[in-house]
């Protein structure tokens, strides 16, 4: 039984193979919380324009691995599953199945194919199917997810649930019996969750891939980068994502500096506490100069005017405080940011599109402009209803949460971080509310 320490120097052994590389004064760090990461060694620092980990392409995991040299194989509607030998997938299934399920269907494969993978260097230091229960909401026990009920995160993960059943249904039929006895649905949803918490858009890594030659959108997947996914999330985290198409790596480059000791991140974007709770199983908590405390709200498709339908957010601060470093990054325009007190904490375009809303037909819609509206110089029953509608939606969505509080105390660290993830979206609407009722007084 190898460490997991013993596991992480063998994935570096593997990349470095192929001229990859972990920068020599970055180890990989593993504890219970963080679980792995990386740490800038004693006595070493790392600088602004430092590569953190260096990938050649060859070591990715894809869809496109899965329908590499398909086509000139013979045996490809073989009904002999992979791991026995065939190495590709029946003809109907790669044509008829999403992209994005061919390639957990393929992570599938190589976790089956165990030593005998490619990539199982990798795959060995990935969480394993039978501990998934821990990670992932989605995953959970249902015991702990009714800790979530009441939220939006709850109704996400039913639909996500419904969505993998159906996924898996879908993939099944096209695949031969033999295929049924391992290729489990418990193990589809490990893939879902590994793909979920690890995986990159392609375009970001393959800027230059010629996508004509693909029989899908390059971005209808997404790509495993063993190595590079180790680095754990910050908002704040200054880094480049390079890719060299001659040498065919990819490169995590810091933009910052790091002293001895301490974490380097990698940045996964703009994403608020409700998405990192269901992509990646934590939250990040409320401080003086960061918090991530946003409820989700979507309006409705109209396809008469051409919209589509659209989420927004409600910010635990003002959407334009310095530490709400997501919510500034959602607003349409700078000039936003002098509106209504009672606006402070939506983002503006639910503003605009209630206004839209309440005054479609009349001949104000077209005359108003995003910052007139923002700074409430609109009809005062415009404003008004604008207000009411707000409060109406963040009051039965304060009351849902209130009504569906757990009956019992959290009894271990799923139900703990469910726990945390409610009182902040309570704190969210209660801030946003106390906002609109002083506006509408």
């Given at each position: 039984m190898t460490t997991i320490s013993e596991r992480y120097d063998a994935l570096l052994q593997w990349v470095e193979k192929d001229g990859g590389s972990l920068n020599p004064s970055i180890e990989i760090y593993h504890d219970d919380i963080t679980k792995g990461s990386f740490r800038v060694k004693d006595s070493c620092v790392i600088n602004a324009e430092d590569s953190i980990v260096t990938l050649p392409l060859s070591k990715s995991l894809s869809y496109l691995d899965a329908i590499h040299g398909h086509l000139d194989n013979a045996s490809s509607s073989s009904d002999t599953p992979p791991h026995e030998g065939n190495t590709h997938f029946p003809t109907e299934f790669l044509n008829e199945i999403p992209p994005h399920v061919v390639g957990r269907f393929f992570l599938m494969q190589e976790y089956l194919l165990g030593p005998s993978s490619k990539w199982w260097p990798y795959i060995r230091t990935l969480p394993q199917p039978e501990h998934m229960s821990n990670i992932l909401p989605v995953m959970w026990p249902s015991d702990d997810v009714e800790f979530l009920r009441g939220t939006n995160a709850y109704a996400a993960i039913q639909d996500i649930k419904s969505t993998l059943k159906k996924e898996y249904k879908q993939a099944m039929r096209l695949l031969p019996e033999k295929y049924h006895l391992e290729y489990t649905r418990p193990l589809y949803h490990w893939a879902y969750s590994i793909f979920?918490?690890?995986?990159?858009?392609?375009?970001?890594?393959?800027?230059?891939?010629?996508?004509?030659?693909?029989?899908?959108?390059?971005?209808?997947?997404?790509?495993?980068?063993?190595?590079?996914?180790?680095?754990?999330?910050?908002?704040?985290?200054?880094?480049?994502?390079?890719?060299?198409?001659?040498?065919?790596?990819?490169?995590?480059?810091?933009?910052?500096?790091?002293?001895?000791?301490?974490?380097?991140?990698n940045n996964y974007g703009m994403k608020t506490n409700v998405e990192l709770l269901l992509g990646y199983g934590f939250i990040l908590p409320e401080e003086d100069h960061l918090h991530n405390d946003y409820i989700h709200i979507r309006t409705r498709a109209d396809p008469d005017a051409g919209d589509l339908a659209a989420t927004h957010v409600v910010s635990l601060r003002p959407m334009v405080h310095q530490s709400s470093f997501v919510g500034r990054s959602k607003l349409l325009s700078a000039e936003s940011m002098t509106c209504l007190p009672c606006f402070a904490h939506i983002q503006d375009t639910l503003i605009v599109a209630l206004y839209e809303t309440i005054t479609k037909g009349g001949d104000e819609t077209n005359d108003v402009s995003l910052n007139e509206i923002m700074r409430g110089e609109i009809p005062g029953e415009v404003l008004s209803k604008i207000i009411n509608a707000l409060g109406s939606k963040l009051s039965i969505d304060l009351d849902d949460l209130e009504t569906n509080e757990p009956e019992y105390e959290a009894a271990n660290h799923n139900q703990e971080l469910a726990t945390c993830y409610r009182d902040q979206c309570r704190y969210v609407l209660e801030s946003a509310l106390r906002s609109l009722l002083a506006g509408a007084g």
């Open positions: 979920t918490s690890r995986s990159f858009r392609p375009s970001l890594i393959f800027p230059a891939e010629n996508s004509s030659t693909l029989p899908c959108e390059l971005d209808d997947f997404s790509v495993l980068l063993p190595l590079y996914d180790i680095g754990n999330h910050s908002p704040l985290a200054k880094i480049a994502w390079t890719t060299d198409d001659q040498a065919q790596v990819c490169t995590l480059k810091s933009r910052q500096t790091y002293a001895a000791g301490e974490q380097v991140f």
